[in-house]
């Protein structure tokens, strides 16, 4: 089976933090994956930006790097990979000077008929200099776009202030708040299970569903992005937007057509839905932790604050919630919520689980009757399993057995799944701003992570709990 690729029409890329971890290990390699898809124009080309000065030459090095790196040799040929170096450019600019930003302009000045796509791959503290600058030196035009990467302000205030320095430059529909996770595969099919089957909305509620499980466990740890990660923590870096996106497909009404305003529109309902997390009840509904030295699948691995080269941190590496939403279709379900760092394996799901019959009539030597459960999993192996009650097959009597009906998307569909940014980029060069969040969003989603951090920051709240690296968490 082959997939079907949609050109678009030429677009420049100018990606700041270019020389950084986001460019090198996604930016770079998704763009590539979609030129040798064919479904790039030839003129559609990327200047990267970085505060280095560099030779002639020097990024198209660094970019091959990063290709060899990144994206797997069966995936690159030589030819591919020179012609996709030939789209390079690079421009030296000082984020929060002067200095660069006239050659850029000059460096943009050929293009100024086709999409321009600028994409803040940088903290979000350089958010608002830089649209202040690309404002200022006449880059933010009609056919200009800004992406900012997650998350947008480390909390309420900063968001806001962030959205509104944004907002001064770049109206909102020209405004693309990026959350990978909504680019994944499994993500996208979470809406074709919800709202292509008639199955599944008579049993989506209270009525019918007893709890459901996020979690997004991952087996690496910061993996040199100590003075970010440190500075951010799971709650920040991974609750505030990807989980929280999660919960909201999992827990919105449907919209009325799958467009960027009838699907924001639902998600940020869902949002402003979450019952409140306050200091008093954050020891009961919220548990972090860090890890402490341990055994990752390559070997031993040392703690966060051994890994980080700190005396001390109380920054956390694993959160767990246990959420609510108060309105009609949600009241009293819990929604866990669940990520970590250096846990026992890399592994994202969404299990659905269903209420257990309301009578066994089975004799007790047929074995439990366990609820029915709906499992979605992100990866690795994308795929969606529902997990039922049947006889256990053959004579011996009426014994129950539970089986999934199994729906793997690799062996079903023999397709390599495409990274979530390589959708991601050309959805902002197509203007289609579904799979983006919202400047509400973003701000209704700190409003409820902002008490939590607060609780945290009283001193005697409890600190981290510590866990093994290569654990299930504390
Ligand atoms: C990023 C976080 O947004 O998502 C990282 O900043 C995390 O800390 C990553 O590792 C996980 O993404 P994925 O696609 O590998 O699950």
Request: one cysteine or more; aromatic letters at 8%; hydrophobic letters at 45%.
């Amino acid at each position: 089976m082959t997939s079907r690729v949609i050109p678009v029409s030429s677009f420049v890329l100018v990606v700041f933090g270019a020389t950084g971890d986001l460019a090198r290990r996604k930016l770079l390699p998704a763009v590539f994956q979609r030129a040798v898809a064919g479904q790039l124009p030839d003129e559609a080309n990327i200047i990267g930006v970085a505060r280095t000065q560099m030779a002639e030459g020097e990024f198209q090095i660094l970019a091959r790097q990063a290709l060899e790196e990144h994206v797997p040799p069966s995936e690159r040929d030589a030819a591919s990979v020179e012609r996709f170096l030939t789209r390079l450019r690079y421009v030296a600019v000082e984020a929060l000077g002067e200095d660069g930003w006239h050659e850029l302009a000059l460096a943009l000045e050929p293009f100024q008929d086709r999409v321009t796509v600028f994409y803040l791959a940088t903290g979000p503290a350089l958010f608002s200099p830089i649209c202040e600058r690309l404002g200022r030196f006449g880059l933010a035009g009609a056919n200009a776009r800004v992406v900012v990467e997650k998350p947008v302000g480390r909390d309420l205030a900063s968001a806001q202030a962030a959205n509104a320095a944004i907002g001064r430059v770049f109206p909102e529909e020209r405004t693309y708040r990026i959350d990978h996770y909504l680019g994944k595969e499994t993500v996208q099919n979470l809406m074709a299970l919800r709202f292509a089957n008639g199955l599944f909305e008579p049993l989506w509620n209270a009525a019918h569903i007893d709890h459901v499980q996020i979690s997004v466990a991952e087996s690496l740890g910061v993996e040199g992005r100590a003075g970010y990660y440190d500075t951010a923590g799971a709650l920040r870096d991974m609750v505030q937007n990807h989980l929280l996106q999660l919960l909201c497909l999992v827990a919105m009404e449907p919209p009325a057509r799958l467009d960027a305003g009838a699907m924001r529109d639902e998600k940020v309902k869902v949002l402003c839905s979450l019952e409140p997390i306050t200091a008093a009840n954050a020891a009961h509904n919220v548990v972090r932790g860090q890890y402490r030295a341990g055994a990752s699948v390559s070997g031993p691995v040392p703690g966060y604050l051994e890994e980080l080269e700190l005396d001390e941190s109380t920054t956390e590496t694993f959160v767990a919630i246990k959420a609510g939403i108060k309105n009609w279709r949600w009241a009293g379900v819990p929604f866990y919520l669940r990520t970590g760092k250096r846990l026992s394996t890399r592994v994202s799901e969404i299990v659905i689980t269903f209420r257990p019959v309301a009578h066994s009539v089975f004799a007790s030597s047929a074995g439990p009757v366990a609820a029915n459960q709906l499992v979605i999993r992100l990866q690795p192996d994308e795929g969606v399993q529902l997990w039922l009650m049947i006889k256990d097959p053959g004579p011996g009597g009426m014994r129950l057995r539970q089986v999934p009906l199994d729906m793997s998307f690799a062996t079903a569909f023999g397709l390599r799944n495409p990274d979530a940014y390589e959708r991601l980029v050309l959805d902002v060069v197509r203007g289609s701003q579904t799979l983006f969040m919202r400047r509400d969003e973003v701000e209704a989603a700190w409003r409820w992570i902002d008490p939590i951090l607060e609780a945290w920051s009283h001193p005697a709240a409890e600190l981290p709990l510590p866990y093994a690296a290569g654990t299930w968490g504390p």
